[in-house]
């Protein structure tokens, strides 16, 4: 399966917890579409102390995945917010 450009788009979005408005990231996001999954190697920023918990309401936004061959986190619906 072919991986994900490594450069990426240059565009970043913020993305924050949808319960507590914490931010989580800041991710280089490509494409106008929801978010449903995170490249590991796209997160310019991480603001979370353990992978996938929210740091301030400790709640669970995402779960580990291996898509196209690549580390990344798949999005739990609702959980998440961007802009």
């Known amino acids: 399966m072919a ?3 490594k450069k990426g788009p240059t565009k970043t979005v913020d993305i924050f917890c949808s ?4 931010p989580l990231f ?3 996001k490509g494409g106008k579409g929801a978010l449903v999954k995170c490249f590991i190697e ?3 920023q991480d603001y979370t102390k353990q992978p996938c918990i929210c740091p301030k309401c400790e709640r669970p936004f995402a779960r580990p ?10 999005m739990i ?3 998440v917010t961007f802009k």
């Open 3 to 5: 991986k994900p450009n």
């Open 19 to 22: 319960r507590c408005r914490a």
């Open 26 to 28: 800041k991710y280089r």
């Open 42 to 44: 796209r997160i310019s």
């Open 65 to 74: 995945a291996i898509i196209k061959g690549t580390a990344a986190y798949k």
């Open 77 to 79: 619906g609702g959980k």
